[in-house]
């Protein structure tokens, strides 16, 4: 059989990072000598290339531009491998593969992304097993096929559909959750993938559509008991703003304040494309179901449903760079494109 070639693009974060003994300092390590580090993937079925940034990033300063590169790359070497795997730091990783999900359109081949709590080089590091594994699920085949060909999020056992993935935990090894969607496979004694969970592949003759231009004139425009209407002003008066992601309370509830609705109002009819998210980690916006909803819902809020707030940042952006009407726009961003919300 024709070993999977798999190619690992390393961005920077913790997962590549080894210790100086001298100094005791972190530094990042040359992923070309892998099996030095790592030398249980000889034993993987696969031969592994890598490629990595000349620069490697702390995962606070990713931005779209890194989302740019990392998708030509993919796009660039999309012919000669079988799987990809994005090594980047976990602090931003659900934006940052969320943001990928929407780029990659007609994906029709694994990428995984992964990271680690604790340096590769660190005795008790969880790098090692989310590097391992991440290797095995992009290589799995069923019927001649690669058994994932979407783009997801493995950590600590579980893999997730990436866009339904948010960071919970800073300090725990098990740092992501997906509280809306299950996870698509749970690595154990055995590798096992819940294949009614998948995304189906695209068709055989689907040329895979990168997807570059996006538009980060967004804000995230989370609600607080107390929040005032000089706040809520300047926000909306940000100079070129196009998007709001807007976190209400629970099932997607707001002030009901004759200023708030006008001034929401005012920025939906001046083109300003506002999306309705939950603050809670897990359930969805039900527009109307409360009083509270109900004059967001007319004047035309965005329901986000079930969205994480990291993929409601990266499929504004994405959508928004697609120039998609106003007329069209709540229609599209209400509708699944990467399985990233319920229908």
């Known amino acids: 059989m024709t070993k999977p070639r798999i190619l ?24 070309e000598q892998l099996l030095d580090r790592v030398p249980e993937l000889i034993q993987l079925h696969c031969t592994i290339d890598t490629y990595s940034f000349k620069e490697p990033i702390d995962s606070s300063n990713m931005n779209t531009a890194y989302y740019v590169t990392i998708a030509e790359v993919i796009e660039s070497k999309y012919s000669e491998f079988d799987g990809f795997l994005v090594l980047t730091g976990s602090d ?29 080089g660190h005795l008790r590091t969880d790098a090692k097993e989310n590097l391992i594994t991440s290797i095995e699920i992009a290589c799995a085949t069923k019927d001649d096929k690669p058994v994932i060909s979407e783009v997801c999020l493995y950590f600590e056992y579980k893999l997730y559909r990436a866009n339904r993935t948010t960071k919970v935990n800073a300090e725990q090894f098990e740092a992501f959750a997906s509280l809306n969607y299950p996870p698509l496979a749970e690595s154990g004694v055995h590798l096992h993938f819940n294949y009614e969970l998948l995304l189906k592949p695209v068709t055989k003759n689907s040329t895979l559509i990168v997807r570059k231009t996006l538009d980060n004139n967004i804000v995230v425009l989370k609600l607080f008991p107390g929040i005032t209407e000089e706040v809520i002003k300047s926000i909306i008066n940000i100079k070129n703003l196009k998007g709001i992601v807007l976190e209400t309370y629970g ?74 009407s106003n007329t069209e726009f709540k229609k599209v961003f209400e509708k699944p494109l990467r399985g990233e919300l319920d229908f």
């Open 8 to 31: 690992l693009i390393y961005t920077g974060g913790t997962i590549g990072m080894v210790k100086d003994y001298e100094t005791n300092a972190l530094k990042a390590f040359n992923f």
């Open 92 to 120: 931003t990783m659900a934006y940052t593969s969320s943001a990928i999900s929407f780029m990659l359109e007609n994906l029709a081949k694994p990428v995984i992304f992964t990271g680690s709590q604790l340096p590769i």
């Open 251 to 324: 099932s997607g509830n707001a002030p009901t304040y004759p200023w708030f609705i006008n001034l929401l109002e005012k920025a939906i009819k001046s083109g300003i494309q506002i999306v309705n998210v939950t603050q809670c980690v897990g359930g969805s916006v039900i527009l109307g179901h409360y009083e509270t909803s109900v004059a967001l819902k007319r004047i035309q809020v965005i329901d986000g449903k079930d969205i994480t707030t990291e993929s409601a940042v990266a499929k504004l952006m994405y959508l928004l760079g697609e120039k998609i």
